[in-house]
């Protein structure tokens, strides 16, 4: 009867129900009404206010059981857009105990805001930058989810900065945090540059090695920074390379361009550099250059036929001899990395296909063409769309979702939240997400263990 009754109340319009007698049985004992109380606060963003002083004595004294900490976290995320729990969430950043920063951190991340709050940026950067009682994964987190606005954004780039730089700090995060820069590096000092090159290793696991070829495609680097990173790219795997390629449109200089060309004749990757992704990055380089990087697509070009040869002469390298173990293996490891975007039970990412019943419904044959030639079909509802921003920005991904803000699933397995005012553009691609070139970067052996491994699984391995 109450439930039926704050129903009505709420329908009856605003001056019928107030925050007055709602708040009070947020509380309630029967959960009926406690959960109708709850559902009917979440409608009333302008009883901010109130909610604000409901939430001020939890954030003081957290709950202590686990369920309820998790409860109250999902509560203030569902609240976040309102101006008051804004300032409630930056009030206790800034001067809550450390579970209680963590907890608001969390609800802020969840909250997924289409900008960042203004009250947000200062304790943001000062969780960044302080040298005690910073909390950089969980701050991380936060502008990951929600893009500062452009009169925020030197202060917050200035955060990351320092961050980057700090050496107390792992190097995974000191990545991310140059990678959260909403303009890339303006200038990438020595100690820096020498990170990004380690970061690059084959030995590093993809994710670190995708992050920092995504900083450096998006550094401002000397000529003689760029020459140095023509020595990183004939090891580039086919995730990363297409990532640093960018980073050379800066140049016109004949020598750098020649080095490039140089270097992507070498490149494990290069089976993953389109015409479509190269020509763009020659076009400001004389002649010379040009042509000759026509000439070095035209050794990578093939057609159909050629593809069909090559996978009978994979297929008959590979038929036999696969161990199913070691294939498992190879599936996790740093050097494939399948399971950065592919999952298996319940383990794996999440930016691919589902592979956990994937040698039920597809021929080994078909398993090895999705692996060596992953542009020639795309799996439904994980096709590749591209799109440009307002900047001229190009961001490939997976479409999430649309509407005001578009949602991207990024192949490193985070998301891209781009407001639809900055999109200028939205096209299908032409390019899987899922790299080309495991043929020349993994050995029959291993192609022959991989494929065991896939035609084996089933549910519940």
Known sequence: ???????????????????????????????????????????????????????????????????????????????????????????????????????????????????????????????????????????????????????????????????????????????????????????????????????????????????????????????????????????????????????????VDPTIGAALLDALALANGRSNVSPELLRPRLAAYPESVRQRGEALLATWRSDAARQTKELDSLMAGVRAGGDHIRGQLLFNSPKAACNACHAIGYKGGKIGPDLTSIGQIRSERDLLEAIVFPNASFARGFEPVVVTTTTGESVTGVLKSEGEVIVLGLVDGQERRIPRAEVADLQPGAISLMPAGFAEQLSRQELADLLAFLKGTRWGA
């Open 1 to 251: 009867t109450r439930r039926a009754a704050l129903v009505a109340l709420d329908q009856m319009g605003r001056d019928a129900l107030t925050s007055t007698t709602v708040v009070p049985l947020l509380d309630a004992g029967e959960s009926v009404v406690r959960d109708t109380a709850w559902w009917i606060a979440e409608r009333h963003p302008d009883w901010g206010e109130a909610l604000g002083g409901y939430f001020a004595p939890l954030l003081a004294n957290l709950p202590a059981g686990d369920d309820e900490r998790a409860l109250l976290e999902r509560r203030l995320a569902q609240f976040a857009a309102t101006p008051a729990i804004q300032t409630r969430l930056a009030r206790t950043a800034t001067d809550g105990g450390a579970r209680a920063r963590a907890l608001v951190l969390s609800a802020m991340a969840q909250a997924r805001l289409k900008t960042l709050p203004h009250s947000w940026v200062a304790p943001l950067t000062g969780l960044l930058t302080a040298s005690e009682a910073r909390m950089p994964e969980r701050v991380l987190a936060v502008l990951r989810a929600s893009p500062p606005e452009k009169a925020d954004a030197p202060l917050i780039d200035a955060a990351l900065l320092g961050a980057g730089r700090d050496a107390d700090l792992p190097v995974a995060l000191r990545l991310e945090a140059l990678a959260a820069m909403s303009g890339g590096l303006p200038r990438v000092e020595p100690e820096v540059f020498t990170v990004l090159q380690k970061a690059l290793a084959p030995s590093e696991p993809v994710a670190l090695r995708m992050t920092a070829a995504s900083i450096f495609g998006r550094a401002r680097l000397d000529a003689a920074q760029l020459l140095a990173l023509t020595a990183a790219i004939p090891a580039a795997g086919p995730m990363e390379l297409p990532r640093l390629l960018p980073a050379f449109d800066q140049s």
